[in-house]
Every structure is written in structure tokens, then in C-alpha cells.
């Protein structure tokens, strides 16, 4: 009896979905015969992505930061291109505070995959800790003051005394 061995059009490596594999052999006679057959290569894995905790701080002055972040990387075995849905976008305005972000992702066979993350907004605040101040520079004081002065002067003009006294300005 002679071994034969039959010969087949099949890689190793099949992407996902159906293939049709057709083999032939023939033995020392010349006699030969072929089959076909379907090969279904199926998709069961969910795509990996992951999520990470992100930290904003608002402007100075502000209750809102606009939240600038890069949406998680994911990949899958398909070799496709993957994009996340997210519950928040890249570039959203949030209010201080903590805020949930998930992300959800699935692949054409339809495998899905989420993942969670918190989305931290504090308000700014200075080097010291203490929230921002303003400060007015001294010169720009003495000119307001000086303002004042000559705007009592003029008010008191305008009434006809003959002194003034500030206060009757300033108090009505």
C-alpha cells in the first residue's frame, strides 16, 4: 500500500472570517481525485484598551477647565483600526470636581471591551495656597486717590462754597 500525501492551498496563518481550502492527490498510478472544503476562522477576543486617571486645573479666576486628553489606545487581534466611545471628549468644559469617564470599544465580530477612569478638575490656586488675589500697584493708588482730590475740588466749585470739605463729597 503506498503512503500518499495530499497537497493544499492553506497558509498557516488564516485572517478572521471563511476560507475556501481545496486539496489534491495523487498516487505513483496517476491517479488522482481533489476535495474543497470551508475553513471558518471566528473572532472571540475583545479588544484591549485601557483608561487612565487624568488631572486638570482650571484657569486662574475659574470654576471650569477644558479638559484636553488623548482618548485611550486600543488594539485588537483583527488588526483593525479601533476608536473609543467616551463618555467625555477630548476637549470638554468641566466644573471642578471628580467626573467618571468610560470608554467602550468593539471590533467587526462585534467583541466589545470598557474601561473606566476619573477625570479630576481642582481650581487653581498660587504658589502659596492661598486662592489668586489682586494687587494693585502703589502708583496706580495714588493716581485714584489724586483722582478723588480733584474731583472733590471740582464738585465743591460747581456747588459755589467757598471751602470744601471732603467729607460732605464723599457722604453726600
Not at 481545496?22 to 476535495?35: F, H, I, K, M
Not at 467625555?88 to 468610560?102: I, N
Request: contains cysteine.
Amino acid at each position: 500500500m503506498e503512503l500518499l500525501q495530499p497537497t493544499c492551498n492553506m497558509t498557516e496563518n488564516l485572517s478572521i472570517g471563511q476560507h475556501v481550502i481545496r486539496c489534491n492527490v495523487s498516487d505513483n498510478s496517476l491517479n488522482s481525485n481533489e476535495c474543497f472544503g470551508v475553513i471558518t476562522v471566528e473572532d472571540n477576543e475583545k479588544p484591549e484598551l485601557e483608561c487612565k486617571d487624568q488631572n486638570f486645573t482650571t484657569d486662574a479666576g475659574s470654576k471650569y477647565a477644558n479638559v484636553t486628553f488623548k482618548l485611550p489606545d486600543c488594539s485588537d487581534n483583527s488588526g483593525e483600526r479601533l476608536v473609543p466611545n467616551c463618555t467625555v471628549q477630548p476637549g470638554s468644559r468641566l466644573k471642578v470636581g471628580t467626573h467618571a469617564l468610560t470608554c467602550s470599544v468593539h471590533d467587526s465580530s462585534l467583541n466589545m471591551n470598557t474601561c473606566s477612569a476619573k477625570i479630576t478638575v481642582q481650581e487653581f490656586q498660587d504658589s502659596s495656597g492661598s486662592k489668586l488675589s489682586v494687587i494693585i500697584p502703589i502708583p496706580i493708588i495714588l493716581i485714584l486717590v489724586l483722582l478723588m482730590v480733584v474731583v472733590s475740588y471740582y464738585y465743591c466749585k460747581l456747588r459755589r462754597r467757598k471751602t470744601c470739605d471732603t467729607r460732605a463729597v464723599f457722604n453726600g
